[in-house]
């Protein structure tokens, strides 16, 4: 109960900006009981006076019956517009909130779980939480109502009452039983789901990949498993149901058959008289199925209601996520020193990746990184970024332990354009907004142009408008990075990290890159990872990375001169040119 009622309140915080609408469902609500328990009098008084021929008293009878269905047309409409209302309201802050909050998990712990685990509890979990107001008011007030039709049949027959109050203990205990079996269930089917959604997630995805490896058969294997795994769990979760509900119909069946006796048996004794038999059997829906059925679906719903607040809340807080922590201090200027002191660091807290780094880049300086794959050069960008926390060292900015710098001291001031950029499902312009929402037209074009993508946008039909598809999918390699690089270059941020950033671009379209990042070079500190060294000939350092250390510095040509690994590559590639 103390859980629920925190759940309650966690929630609440979300929708109280429309408690008005909350507390007019529930006035709305609250107000129609006492109809609802004179409803059946007055229903079955119209039964007796058509059977006994009262026609004056019928026709007042049928009157009031036709109010009471007007009056509860208008509360459907009242407590259905205002449960949107709070409905909708809720539910777009909370799932603002919990997007916000995902945005904030630190990345080792995204890269632990599948998107599944996130979409599920962002879009369902959320639902559930929103709802449980609305659906929790009409439950409570449903029981209320029918609580106030059994008080009536105490008041008009004792005896039919305590029949009544059996049957529902009855047929309440196995309510109970059903939602206790099934909530059970239903955590089980919710991871089930989780895995599923993000599975599916990677076939739509990876689909491209999928065919070109032709691993459709062994994919679809993965899938069956996944569908089978969610199939298997809902069958089961819906048998155990079947069965509860059937048995849950028998008791009622059982009780209708014999409340019809006891009536007759009271009549025919002078107990009650046919009118008040009436009366009192008109009620045994009201208690012998809504109000079981309502405290019944009452506890489910909490059942449920306290799965999803556990789910959704472990992302608000941090009992299951690690959050990513920053810092307080701000640097409203950033020059664009850094320096790694001694940083070591481990993805997985057992394999080294980067072994006592050491090594400072000026500002305004261009710095390149080269070394074979896997010796470390992307996980220093991560770092620089703060993507993961070092494991031993410091990493400074200005002078700065990064740790102690706020978020965006950090990332404001640094741009990261990938190998494979991510280009989001939006127009070429809303792609380049989101880096900055007040971008000008002039702007955007300027940094198009000197991504030398200008020319490939005023070939579309939509030009800057056109929608780009998921992860970019209706641009090719060397488009993607051009509109990353163009992104990069809206956000003029003091230090632009390129990683592999021109490795699907042809020679002309990369020499003119390389032109406009020299262009960039006396007002920016830039770093570069690259495997062709043709791109990085002219930079002011190169550290030369193995095994997660600096196994030589320099210019090109004092690395030619006296490091032989980095002279072996550079061969290697001049080589695989002609």
């Keep these: 109960m103390k859980e629920t009622w925190n759940n309650l309140k966690r929630v609440y915080s979300f929708g109280k900006e429309y408690k008005k609408n909350m507390i007019v469902f529930m006035v709305a609500s609250f107000f129609f009981i006492f109809i609802n328990v004179i409803y059946p009098i007055f229903t079955a008084r119209q039964l007796t006076y058509m059977t006994s021929g009262v026609f004056e008293s019928l026709l007042w009878a049928t009157l009031v019956v036709f109010l009471f269905d007007i009056l509860g047309a208008i509360r459907m409409v009242i407590i259905r517009k205002n449960t949107q209302i709070f409905f909708r309201g809720s539910f777009q802050k909370l799932q603002m909130k919990v997007s ?4 904030k998990i630190t990345v080792s712990n995204i890269d632990k779980h599948s998107s599944g ?11 559930e939480l929103s709802h449980v107001f609305t659906k929790g008011v009409g439950q409570l007030t449903g029981i209320l109502t029918n609580i106030g039709v059994l008080v009536a049949v105490l008041i008009i027959n004792p005896i039919v009452f305590l029949f009544y109050l059996l049957a529902s203990l009855i047929i309440t205990y196995l309510y ?3 939602v206790e079996v099934l909530s059970k269930k239903e955590q089980n089917l919710r991871k089930a789901n989780e895995k599923n959604i993000g599975l599916t997630g990677e ?5 491209r990949d999928i065919k070109m490896l032709n691993a459709r058969d062994s994919f679809m294997k993965e899938i069956d498993k996944s569908i089978t795994e969610v199939s298997n769990q809902t069958f089961d979760s819906r048998n155990t149901e079947i069965h509860y509900t059937a ?3 028998c008791v009622r069946a059982l009780a209708m ?4 006796i006891l009536l007759v048996y009271l009549v025919q004794i002078g107990m009650i008289n046919l009118a ?3 009366v009192l059997f008109s009620y045994r829906t009201n208690i012998m199925s809504n109000l079981m059925q309502k405290i019944g679906d009452l506890l489910s719903e909490v059942k449920m209601f306290n799965v999803s607040a556990n789910r959704v809340f472990s992302l608000l807080d941090t009992t299951e996520f690690s959050k990513e922590t920053f810092g307080k201090k701000h640097l409203a200027k950033v020059h664009g020193d850094f320096e790694f002191q001694d940083v070591c660091f481990s993805y997985d807290g057992k394999n080294q990746i980067l072994n006592h780094l050491s090594f400072q880049v000026p500002a305004n300086h261009t710095v390149a990184f080269v070394g074979k794959s896997g010796a470390g050069k992307s996980t220093i960008f991560s770092l620089l970024c703060k993507l993961y926390p070092v494991t031993q060292g410091k990493i400074l900015l200005d002078g700065i332990d990064i740790n102690e710098l706020d978020e965006n001291s950090i990332r404001n001031n640094i741009t990261i354009i990938s190998q494979n950029p991510y280009i989001f499902n939006m127009s070429i312009r809303d792609n380049l907004r989101l880096v900055k929402s007040d971008l000008t037209d002039k702007e955007m074009r300027r940094a198009c142009k000197l991504a030398c993508l200008d020319d490939f946008i005023e070939t579309l039909p939509e030009k800057y408008d056109t929608v780009v598809g998921e992860s970019g999918v209706t641009l090719s390699g060397g488009q993607k990075q051009r509109l990353a690089i163009a ?10 990290l390129f990683d592999e950033a021109t490795s699907a671009l042809d020679n002309e379209t990369q020499s003119k890159i390389e032109e406009a990042i020299s262009n960039l070079q006396k007002d920016y500190t830039i770093l570069m990872i690259a495997h062709r060294l043709s791109t990085i000939v002219n930079c002011d350092t190169i550290y030369f990375i193995e095994d997660g250390q600096v196994l030589a510095k320099g210019t090109h040509q004092t690395l030619l001169k006296n490091c032989p690994a980095y002279k072996k590559l550079y061969e290697t590639e001049l080589k695989a040119q002609k």
């Design 117 to 127: 685990v996130f979409i599920e509890r962002l879009n369902h979990d959320c639902s």
């Design 487 to 496: 992104r990069a270059f809206v956000q003029k941020t003091e230090i632009i």
């Design 276 to 278: 008040t038999a009436v």
């Design 203 to 207: 076939l739509v995805r990876g689909v």
């Design 100 to 103: 916000q909050e995902i945005l």
């Design 247 to 249: 048995v849950i119909e």
């Design 176 to 178: 109970l039983r059903e």
């Design 257 to 260: 058959f014999l409340l019809v």
